[in-house]
């Protein structure tokens, strides 16, 4: 007998996933977009910083600008929350996600663990954020633009 009333309204009747691969599912978007988010406000950043044109979508330069900052800010935010782990906790870490495939994935897995064993995680991840975008534009406001470095300034 169905009933007009699921068990959970936000939960697909017909997905099979368990409790926990929806949670980890649903954390991993949610860091997935947390990512993307400060690494595109970041970037934005820097290009005024620098005074260059905003990225665009189809860029493969700017892609790839995007990319190697979201590699660094997974980086950071994996040496700096991991830190301050237990070792044998660190072990278990850096065991657990390492089939997730290439490297991105990986660190994302590493978060999405992370989020799930730290109360604090996303207050740690926006102290992250704020350092990584204090440190990144305070280098791109020191470093000339190009009309400085043909004047030689730079």
């Known amino acids: 007998m ?11 009747p017909t997905d099979p996933r368990g409790l926990k691969e929806r ?7 949610r860091l997935e977009d947390a990512i993307d988010t400060a690494c595109l406000d970041l970037l ?3 290009r005024r910083a620098r005074r260059l044109p905003m990225p ?8 790839a600008e995007f990319d190697a900052l979201v590699g660094a800010f997974l980086g950071r935010l994996e040496a700096s929350l991991a830190a301050e782990l ?9 065991a657990g996600p390492a089939a997730a495939g290439d490297e991105t994935r990986r660190l994302i897995a590493v978060q999405v663990a992370l989020s799930r064993h730290l109360p604090d995680y996303w ?16 280098a791109a406001a020191v470093r000339p633009g190009l009309l400085g470095r043909l004047l030689g300034r730079g």
């Open 23 to 29: 949670i980890d599912a649903l954390l991993r978007e």
């Open 86 to 94: 237990a070792d044998e906790e660190r072990s278990r870490l850096a």
């Open 56 to 63: 665009a979508s189809g860029s493969p330069e700017d892609r």
């Open 44 to 46: 934005v950043e820097l």
């Open 2 to 12: 169905s009933t007009p009333f699921g068990t959970s309204l936000r939960r697909d």
């Open 123 to 138: 207050q740690r991840f926006e102290a992250v954020k704020a350092a990584l975008v204090l440190e990144q534009t305070q």
